[in-house]
T-cell receptor, first 113, second 113 residues
């Protein structure tokens, strides 16, 4: 295990639902990340948090709303998603931003119906 | 535009055989290059990380090479095992700006009996 956990592992939701993805890291890291991984496409960085402050938002639609209440926890709140948002959502953490290695969680497989 | 291209897209080999995966990048200014292994339904796990001055690094049966002049890297797997079946992702980091990562689409490796 990498020390980064994600729940739920699988999620099916309708386009009108509201749900949240949770990520927790037990590594004492200061930086946390959300990535989207779609089939046959490279990982796409969505959000970066450093010391609980959002430092990067890569033009992600507002139907994705991140929250970082403390340095160990990261949430991704979802509402009125589209079928094309179906993907594997990966959380990662690193000691700090920059050259430090990122440790990934197992991901949440999201299906939007 | 920073890009990472990997080849082949997919590969099938027999157990016990060797194989080599390729990665070409245009990321600049270069900071480091990482190879990740991603099992189906799991998050990526780091295999190696190389900086500009390193041209080879091993991790068990995995050996990565880097030619920073031609901007190419390879991952050589020796004496393959069934558990090597996974996606192998090349990731290149650029200096500055939080060391943004550029991900390749991965090579899907299947090891068969």
């Amino acid at each position: 295990e990498t020390g980064v956990t994600q729940t739920p592992r699988h999620l099916v939701m309708g386009m009108t639902n509201k749900k949240s993805l949770k990520c927790e890291q037990h590594l004492g890291h200061n930086a946390m990340y959300w990535y989207k991984q779609s089939a046959k496409k490279p990982l796409e960085l969505m959000f970066v948090y450093s010391l609980e402050e959002r430092v990067e938002n890569n033009s992600v639609p507002s139907r994705f709303s991140p929250e970082c209440p403390n340095s160990s926890h990261l949430f991704l709140h979802l509402h009125t998603l589209q079928p094309e948002d179906s993907a594997l959502y990966l959380c990662a953490s690193s000691r700090d931003r920059g050259i430090y290695e990122q440790y990934f969680g197992p991901g949440t497989r999201l299906t939007v119906t | 535009k920073n890009q990472v291209e990997q080849s082949p897209q997919s590969l099938i080999i027999l157990e016990g055989k060797n194989c080599t995966l390729q990665c070409n990048y245009t990321v600049s200014p270069f900071s480091n290059l990482r190879w990740y292994k991603q099992d189906t339904g799991r998050g990526p796990v780091s295999l190696t990380i190389m900086t500009f001055s390193e041209n080879t690094k091993s991790n068990g049966r995995y050996t990565a090479t880097l030619d920073a002049d031609t901007k190419q890297s390879s991952l050589h797997i020796t004496a393959s095992q069934l558990s090597d079946s996974a996606s192998y992702i090349c990731v290149v980091s650029a200096m500055g700006g939080g060391n943004k990562l550029t991900f390749g689409t991965g090579t899907q490796l299947k090891v068969e009996l």
